[in-house]
Nanobody, 125 residues
Framework: QVQLVESGGGLVQAGGSLRLSCAASGRTFSDLIMGWFRQAPGKEREFVSGISRRSSTYYADSVKGRFTISRDNAKNTVYLQMNTLKPDDTAVYYC???????????????????WGQGTQVTVSS
């Protein structure tokens, strides 16, 4: 079992930045593929970014060039640095973990076995 706890959400003006953190426990963190998803009101949960065990990174087109995912295996933590935020980025952001032997980070939410409780990000115009 893996427990994931997100932090770092909040209210920010358009053009601003936030850094989300997700602390994992319960399993060897370096064995996990990690991902970030988000869900806006009335919309489905969507892939934002993922990072493989070897730290290969993947991004949704909508955030490419603005968001950066990283991991610190010594701290059992994955981060999502979000720059140049837009009102359309407003959503609840979820951290997820994939324990499969998959090599790349999947963009499908069905590939992830564990989820955090989510953290709200609100971007005002």
């Amino acid at each position: 079992q893996v427990q994931l706890v997100e932090s770092g959400g909040g209210l920010v003006q358009a053009g601003g930045s936030l850094r989300l953190s997700c602390a994992a426990s319960g399993r060897t963190f370096s064995d996990l593929i990690m991902g970030w998803f988000r869900q806006a009101p009335g919309k489905e949960r969507e892939f934002v970014s993922g990072i493989s065990r070897r730290s290969s990174t993947y991004y949704a087109d909508s955030v490419k060039g603005r968001f950066t995912i990283s991991r610190d295996n010594a701290k059992n933590t994955v981060y999502l640095q979000m720059n140049t935020l837009k009102p359309d980025d407003t959503a609840v952001y979820y951290c997820a973990a994939d324990r499969s032997p998959r090599v790349v980070a999947s963009t499908s939410r069905n590939a992830y076995d564990y989820w955090g409780q989510g953290t709200q990000v609100t971007v005002s115009s």
